[in-house]
């Protein structure tokens, strides 16, 4: 059984930074896709954030293009999502999630386990 624990999630300023962090058990995760989501009261979960199984390839969703980042550390069984320049709309439970072995995978039924969540919540 695969899981993922999210940690890093709080409260900060708009314009402010936060670091998130997916630890995963096991030997499941070097081998694949990685992917952040998230999802804010009363809306469906959006696509964040996507890195390929060796790190060489990331896609972002179009609302957090050149804020954020993805990487991952093999090593660690860890993905990161570093947040920038933070903005009140960014408020909203972040999931980390695997997919397959390989692709750059951006709906959410494409990945088959999931953590359960990080709040972050940005004031204005």
């Known amino acids: 059984q695969v899981q993922l624990v999210e940690s890093g999630g709080g409260l900060v300023q708009a314009g402010g930074s936060l670091r998130l962090s997916c630890a995963a058990s096991?030997?499941?995760?070097?081998?694949?896709?990685m992917g952040w989501f998230r999802q804010a009261p009363g809306k469906e979960r959006e696509f964040v954030a996507t890195?390929?199984?060796?790190?060489?390839?990331?896609y972002y969703g179009d609302s957090v293009k050149g804020r954020f980042t993805i990487a991952r550390d093999n090593a660690k069984n860890t993905v990161y999502l570093q947040m920038n320049n933070l903005k009140p709309e960014d408020t909203a439970i972040y999931y980390c999630?695997?997919?397959?072995?390989?692709?750059?995978?951006?709906?959410?039924?494409?990945?088959?386990?999931w953590g359960q969540g990080t709040q972050v919540t940005v004031s204005s």
């Open positions: 999630a695997r997919g397959r072995p390989s692709g750059l995978l951006v709906r959410d039924g494409e990945y088959g386990y």
């Open positions: 096991g030997r499941a995760f070097s081998g694949y896709v």
């Open positions: 890195i390929t199984w060796d790190g060489s390839s990331t």
